[in-house]
């Protein structure tokens, strides 16, 4: 077990709407990446959030946000959201010292828009 | 513009036998690669990784190998194991300090007993 959790696992939606998934990073990381796993695809990197500020995003359009708390918790916002926007999405906290040999994935949050 | 290639979507394997995963990328920056496995329901787990100024990375029944001149690494297990069976991801990082993680689709490996 990775210590790292993601809330909630399962969720539904209608397009239009607003969601937020919630990480917890493992204790001693303070930073946090996100990645969307698309069906029969590898995933692919949404941002990374190091010390409460964005450090890089991927090829996502602004109505993916994000935020990082004090204590290195984060929130993934999708807004108006689509019907592509259903996805495996998964949290990977590290230290910033690190290589990805340090990242560790939470389970994920299933999002299902319909 | 997919950068790392996954070509095989599923391999076979009896048990006991050596599984090999290959993984092909387009993008010279990248410094270093890893593999994940990922079982259903779970997140990706970390396996093993190797920087792109080695060719070769051993850790127990997993060994790495890189060919930059092919572009081209690939997971070794030996022997395999009916608990090896899972979805196999290769990534690599870009260079130059980049953050991200480029991922390959993945190869469903199945280990038959």
């Known amino acids: 077990e990775t210590g790292v959790t993601q809330s909630p696992t399962h969720l539904i939606k209608t397009r239009g709407q607003q969601v937020t998934l919630r990480c917890s990073s493992q204790?001693?990381?303070?930073?946090v990446s996100w990645y969307q796993q698309a069906l029969g695809q590898g995933p692919q990197f949404i941002f990374q959030?190091?010390?409460?500020?964005?450090?890089g995003r991927g090829n996502f359009p602004p109505r993916f946000s994000g935020l990082q708390f004090p204590n290195y918790s984060s929130e993934l916002n999708v807004n108006a959201l689509e019907l592509d926007d259903s996805a495996l999405y998964l949290c990977?906290?590290?230290?910033?010292?690190?290589?990805?040999?340090?990242?560790?994935f939470g389970q994920g949050t299933r999002l299902t828009v319909v | 513009d997919q950068q790392v290639k996954q070509n095989s979507p599923s391999l076979s394997v009896q048990e006991g036998r050596i599984s090999i995963l290959n993984c092909d990328y387009t993008?010279?920056?990248?410094?270093?690669f890893l593999w994940y496995k990922k079982y259903p329901a779970e997140g990706p787990t970390f396996l093993i990784s190797?920087?792109?100024?080695?060719d070769k990375n051993e850790d127990g029944r997993f060994t790495v190998f890189l060919n930059k001149s092919a572009k081209h690494l690939s997971l070794h297990i030996v022997p395999s194991q009916p608990g090896d069976s899972a979805v196999y991801f290769c990534?690599?990082?870009?260079?130059?300090?980049?953050?991200?993680?480029?991922f390959g689709q993945g190869t469903r490996l199945t280990i038959n007993p």
């Open positions: 990977a906290s590290s230290s910033r010292q690190g290589t990805y040999t340090e990242a560790f």
């Open positions: 204790s001693g990381h303070n930073t």
């Open positions: 959030y190091y010390r409460e500020e964005e450090n």
């Open positions: 993008n010279s920056m990248f410094d270093y």
């Open positions: 190797i920087s792109s100024i080695k």
């Open positions: 990534a690599a990082r870009g260079g130059q300090g980049a953050q991200k993680l480029v």
